[in-house]
């Protein structure tokens, strides 16, 4: 090997690892923003069921609970 190979070898080593450990950091950053978005789906789907609960209730059961208050002296 010339001096030259001798000098590059280890920086050449050196950004194989680095490449490396960014690659295992990407993949588990991808799988974090994966959970996150089908936690995201999830609680967007409670939140219309909750909307559609909210939208059934009568009014009458809204006032009804008005109407069994006590009045105000």
């Known amino acids: 090997m010339s001096t030259t190979e001798n000098e590059l070898t280890p ?3 050196m950004l194989e690892t680095r490449l490396m450990h960014q690659e295992a950091a ?3 950053l991808t799988r974090t ?3 996150q978005e089908q936690l ?3 609680q967007g789907e409670l939140i219309r069921k909750l ?3 909210v939208q059934g209730l009568a009014p009458a059961d809204i006032t009804a609970t008005e109407d ?3 009045p105000h002296y």
């Open 26 to 28: 990407l993949d588990e």
């Open 51 to 53: 909307e559609i609960l």
């Open 40 to 42: 995201i789906k999830h």
């Open 33 to 35: 923003l994966l959970e």
């Open 11 to 13: 920086r050449i080593e």
């Open 68 to 70: 069994n208050m006590p």
